[in-house]
Each structure stands twice: as C-alpha cells, then as structure tokens.
C-alpha cells in the first residue's frame, strides 16, 4: 500500500514563494502521474499541476501558471511544487495525489488513487 506524505506548508506574505514537498513510499507504488491539488474554505478540491511521473510532461491550472513549477526526483520517489509571487487567493490545504492508470485526464482526482492527508498553505496580505 502506498503512502503519500506531503510537507513544507505554512504562513508567508503575499509575493512570498513556498516549496512543497511529497515523498512517496510502498514497494510497489509506481505512479503513472502525480498531482498537486488544493482546497479552500467552503470550496471544492480543484487541480493545481501534474507530472508525468516517467517522461516529466508537465500541467498547470491557469490560476497558478506562470508562478508553480511542479517537478520530480525519480529517486527519491518524491513530487515538489515550487510555488512562487503567492497570492491570498492561494491560501488552501495541498493534497499530493498519485494516478497508477493510463487511463483518464490527469485534471480529474477521481483518477487519482493515492492521496496525502493535505498541508495547510496560508498567505497572509
């Protein structure tokens, strides 16, 4: 069984940058993509950016591009997001999540089938 364990959450400054970090484990998780995805208060979990896990193609909500930069360490089994020029709007819990099939969009989290218990991004104005 796989685990999904995200870190590097917390409260900056609006322009602020943060770096997120999941590191994956379990002998036998191989994602086919992983994902970055975040929910606010009193809202729906949207998609915030994705990597293919093998060839490092990359996707991005429009609310975050230009600013995140999702990446990989293949060997660490770890997902980063680099999230720079944060804005309030920003402020959500980040849930990394882990897609094993080919199948799908990698917009939907309902194709998602491994998911962290969320970090707390909090950006202050």
């Known amino acids: 069984q796989a685990q999904l364990v995200e870190s590097g959450g917390g409260l900056v400054q609006a322009g602020g940058s943060l770096r997120l970090a999941c590191a994956a484990s379990g002998r036998t998780f191989s994602p086919y993509v992983m994902g970055w995805f975040r929910q606010a208060p009193g809202k729906e979990r949207e998609f915030v950016a994705a990597?293919?896990?093998?060839?490092?193609?990359?996707y991005y909500a429009d609310s975050v591009k230009g600013r995140f930069s999702i990446s990989r360490d293949n060997a660490r089994n770890t997902v980063y997001l680099q999230m720079n020029s944060l804005k309030p709007e920003d402020t959500s819990v980040y849930y990394c999540?882990?897609?094993?099939?080919?199948?799908?969009?990698?917009?939907?989290?309902?194709?998602?089938?491994?998911w962290g218990k969320g970090t707390q991004v909090t950006i202050s104005s």
């Open positions: 990597i293919y896990w093998s060839l490092g193609y990359t």
């Open positions: 999540a882990g897609k094993t099939d080919v199948g799908g969009n990698v917009y939907s989290q309902e194709r998602y089938d491994y």
